[in-house]
Every structure is written in C-alpha cells, then in structure tokens.
C-alpha cells in the first residue's frame, strides 16, 4: 500500500522530525489513531479507497491530519507536508521514491483541506488531503 511508502518518507524527515518533537523511536506519525497518553502534536494519518486510472497507473488518496494545541505549530507542521507532498509536477525526488520496492510515486497534489478546531476547543486539527498517482516498478 502506498500509504507506507509515504510515511516511510515523512518519518526519515528531519524537518517534521523537529516540528513534531521527536524523540527516541516514536516517529508521531500514527494511523488512524494515536496511542493513549501520546504527547502533541503528531500527525494521525487515514489511507484513501485507490483507483485504477489505467492498467499502468494507480491513483491513492491519503489524509494526514497534524494536531497541536497551537494553531501556528499545527500550520507549521501543515506548510512542512505541503514542501514534502504537494508536487504537482513529476516527482524527481529519490528520496521519496527509494524506500519502496514495489512503487514508484510519480505526481502528488494537496487537494483539499483546513484547519479547525475540535469540539472542547483545545486542539487545532489541520486537515490535508493528497491524491497520490504511481506505478509499479
């Protein structure tokens, strides 16, 4: 899935490293959920249903989700994915494709998103949607 691919490629990056407070193994990237008593801010991320745009290539959606109890922070986390991730051209970065064996990502946009607020008024949640095109290697 390339969902795994991708977060392989968010986590080997110092930058989010650094916006997120990462210490030790723990990477602060979760799926779907984080793990009780897990100290903001981190990135929750939701895979997408995938589409078949041919026979060659394959279209994903990922959700990545930043959460901070400050809103400049959870921008800042925000504006760091969209350097990462939001490259509307073909993606010439190795970096990015090195760490899957299976799939080569060749475009990526943000498609939609925003940052709210959650329902106690205590987190800022950035909402970022990418589609995600590649083939197989």
């Known amino acids: 899935m390339i969902e795994f691919d991708v977060v392989r490629y968010l986590k080997a990056d110092a930058t989010l490293d650094t916006l997120l407070g ?63 991730l939001d490259l509307q051209d073909l993606i010439q970065d190795t970096t990015l494709n090195s760490g899957s064996a299976s799939y080569y990502i060749y475009w990526s946009k943000r498609t939609g998103g925003n940052i709210i607020m959650n329902e106690d008024r205590t987190r800022y949640h950035s909402i970022n949607i990418y589609n995600i095109k590649f083939l197989d290697k």
């Open 22 to 84: 990462v210490t030790g193994t723990d990477s602060k990237i979760y799926p779907l959920q984080a793990p009780s008593g897990t100290v903001i801010p981190f990135i929750l991320y939701t895979p997408g249903v995938g589409d078949t745009e041919s026979e060659v290539i394959y279209e994903d959606r990922l959700q990545l989700v930043p959460i901070s109890t400050d809103v400049e922070e959870v921008t800042n986390i925000r504006n760091r994915l969209r350097a990462l």
